[in-house]
């Protein structure tokens, strides 16, 4: 960028008009004209410093050490977070949005299905099919289904893991 720039202020010094600058350098009408206005009041080509308040908390460091964190336990809630690293809780929401790019998911129940488990399952029914052959199985009665599962709980709607 500061090439150009440089560029495009020895064409200005040398006595090139605007027009015939953007044509010799196929570049914008208005960064041409706004690099020479740049020029004339500050003497540089270097940017003017910016307004507003710099940023102070949501810096690289803490991006990196927020990351590591999310990684080593996912389904930490953003406010934990904020709490442990003290930080506002919308500062950390906005850096982990949208700096990191993460997004939380929540995780859906759903019957684990291994191919061992269809095959039994497959052989269970064709057993069943045959002892119950001439309309017997319409006498079949089930009084209470359940399923056993040793595994941790998960609350659906309170846990969320951020990927």
């Given at each position: 960028?500061?090439?150009?720039?440089?560029?495009?202020?020895?064409?200005?010094?040398?006595?090139?008009?605007?027009?015939?600058?953007?044509?010799?350098?196929?570049?914008?009408?208005?960064?041409?004209?706004?690099?020479?206005?740049?020029?004339?009041?500050?003497?540089?080509?270097?940017?003017?410093?910016?307004?507003?308040?710099?940023?102070?908390v949501?810096?690289?460091?803490?991006?990196?050490?927020?990351?590591?964190?999310?990684?080593?336990?996912?389904?930490?809630?953003?406010?934990?977070?904020?709490?442990?690293?003290?930080?506002?809780?919308?500062?950390?929401?906005?850096?982990?949005?949208?700096?990191?790019?993460?997004?939380?998911?929540?995780?859906?129940?759903?019957?684990?299905?291994?191919?061992?488990?269809?095959?039994?399952?497959?052989d269970?029914?064709?057993?069943?099919?045959?002892?119950?052959?001439?309309?017997?199985?319409?006498?079949?009665?089930?009084?209470?289904?359940?399923l056993?599962?040793?595994?941790?709980?998960?609350?659906?709607?309170?846990?969320?893991?951020?990927?």
């Open positions: 960028m500061l090439s150009r720039r440089s560029a495009v202020i020895e064409l200005h010094k040398n006595g090139h008009s605007n027009s015939e600058t953007v044509k010799s350098l196929k570049t914008n009408k208005m960064f041409v004209s706004r690099t020479i206005f740049r020029f004339l009041e500050t003497g540089s080509i270097q940017d003017r410093s910016r307004k507003g308040r710099k940023r102070t949501r810096t690289s460091t803490l991006r990196k050490n927020v990351k590591r964190r999310i990684s080593r336990n996912p389904g930490r809630s953003m406010r934990k977070l904020a709490k442990e690293i003290n930080v506002a809780r919308e500062s950390m929401r906005l850096m982990v949005r949208n700096e990191l790019a993460m997004s939380s998911y929540k995780f859906q129940k759903k019957q684990l299905l291994s191919v061992k488990n269809k095959k039994e399952r497959l269970r029914c064709q057993s069943l099919l045959g002892r119950f052959t001439g309309g017997l199985q319409n006498q079949i009665l089930f009084s209470d289904e359940k056993f599962v040793v595994e941790q709980q998960i609350n659906n709607k309170m846990t969320e893991y951020w990927l």
